[in-house]
């Protein structure tokens, strides 16, 4: 994954026309008079901590795309009327404008849900100690960084539970499918015991792949 920077103005922090603060943005702000190389570095260093910019991206890399982002722009100082000078103003007592850069990257969010079915024979153990056995793989795979692993990914959120199953509503019985097949005969005319087991054994199966069982 790469990270770009984009020029966005040089003015007072209220002229700012933008937060910047949308996933994948950093703003970065400098003082001016400056050298370009100087200013990457303040940019560079007001934006260290940021907890939103992944920590794949070396600093080397951040500010190459940072002095990229000020060629062509005019760093020296400005006058009250946003007139470039060589030298600060020594007489202006009030708040000086600033260079502002924006650090972008790809800030795709995907989000994933891990179902994990596990059926236990008890053997006496009681549930909720089965309940944090489960909870716990989740946490220690967490923090051994397995959700990751080696890719740029970072985790944004994250949560996990486990929760009894409830037993499933059991299944109809051979003699209660093989009575649901007479009565379906007997509507179309026709008698149970006129039809060979084989055919009926057939039609138990497909009744049960229908209704699930």
Request: hydrophobic fraction near 35%.
């Amino acid at each position: 994954m790469s990270i770009t920077a984009r020029y966005v103005d040089t003015c007072l922090s209220d002229y700012l026309q933008d937060g910047y603060n949308r996933p994948g943005q950093a703003l970065c702000l400098a003082s001016l008079g400056c050298s370009i190389e100087d200013t990457a570095q303040q940019l560079l260093e007001s934006n260290q901590g940021d907890p939103w910019l992944p920590e794949c991206f070396e600093d080397a890399d951040i500010k190459a795309a940072l002095i990229a982002a000020l060629e062509g722009v005019d760093l020296r100082y400005v006058d009250e009327d946003g007139n470039p000078q060589d030298e600060p103003d020594e007489d202006r007592d009030h708040e000086e404008p600033y260079v502002y850069v924006v650090l972008e990257w790809d800030a795709t969010v995907i989000k994933m849900r891990l179902t994990l079915d596990v059926e236990y024979l008890a053997n006496g153990t009681d549930m909720v100690e089965l309940k944090d056995r489960l909870e716990n793989i989740v946490r220690n795979a967490m923090g051994e960084g397995a959700f990751t692993y080696d890719t740029d990914a970072t985790i944004n959120t994250w949560g996990a539970t486990a929760e009894e199953v409830k037993g499933e509503e059991p299944g109809r019985s051979d003699s209660e499918l093989r009575e649901l097949i007479s009565s379906i005969d007997r509507f179309h005319g026709n008698e149970l015991k006129d039809r060979s087991e084989k055919s009926i054994q057939d039609e138990i199966r497909y009744l049960r792949e229908v209704l699930g069982q």
